[in-house]
């Protein structure tokens, strides 16, 4: 496999004004770690060739366990439940107590350790800096390459808008509710006399702290995404930088899991809110979760399981040295407008390939 080539210690040093294609280098051997480590780079290599041969080379190793689980057999509503709470709902709770993940499967195991679906991407753009993976990144192959990875940081700080904007309207929605205006929080008298005083402070509780939850989380995911797309748009300056960043934080994946749970506190709150608001009809609001689980529960997660073995194939074929960017460039320049139609089409027969050959 390519990533078994040792890449050259030094490359030829991009700056403003300077051409030319980059010349042969001594090796030196790839890096051990399995996870990629894009700070510990020396000084004067950042923002170099040289900084983004070794990210492509430690993204191709992290890339690699991955890519060497066998894809799950079934993939059928349970499994892909299982897969996507695991992978995107729970993830964090892998990552505090490791020693449960010997209670999951290969594949969804190696994708918590990735660190889950967007980080995965960020892996692969990264890896395809080097195109034919020998090695070498020369400027050609940079120019290429920089232009997929200006997209991924595009639709990154897209992501971080979104969640933004669902996040306010969420803390906009429960911050009055919070502060008592425009009534007080608590439940109406006819159903404190229904259901007894007792039984409607424990149920007033339970909405109130899953309320203040979804506002803490709204205003942490508001906060958050701001400060990630100032960073990433006004203070790093190169690609290569950007996407180094964005992989070693893993923002993206992270605030997707805290959507989730801010999205549950408010469906529960929801769900339990019409008990103490309406004691005769109320409980048509305890609907709500098991309509919501019937909808998005077979469309979601499904949806998630797809993803991820879509990454695996194409990780897979990027290792392998078959990838649409390669044959973009076996096109000289890119500039015909045939080219992405075409790569297009390539691409669709590289991924039935490597599905067949699984």
Known sequence: MPQGEPPPAQLL???SGSSGSSGSCASSNPPKKGKADFGSRKVKAVGTLSEVIDASVAARTELLPFVRTELPVHGGLINAFQFGLATFNLRFVFVLFPFLKRLLKPFTREMINLGGLERVQLLIVIARFDIDGDGNIDEAEFEI???????????????CQNFAIISALLFGATHLANIGRPVPFKADQSSVDEFGEQEMDIVMWVIYVLN???ETLALSIMITSIFIRQLVSNALPSVISKLAFLSDTNILSNMATLVTWMLAAIVWVVTLGGFPAVPTHGFASAGVFPILATLVIPAVYPALFKTA??????AQAMLQGNTTISLKKKGATGDNPNNDADAEAMAADEAMAAMAAC
């Open 13 to 15: 040093e991009t700056s």
């Open 145 to 159: 390459s920089r232009k997929e990875g200006e997209k991924a940081i595009t639709n990154a700080l897209a992501g």
């Open 212 to 214: 203040v939850v979804a």
């Open 309 to 314: 073995v879509r990454l695996h194939l194409e």
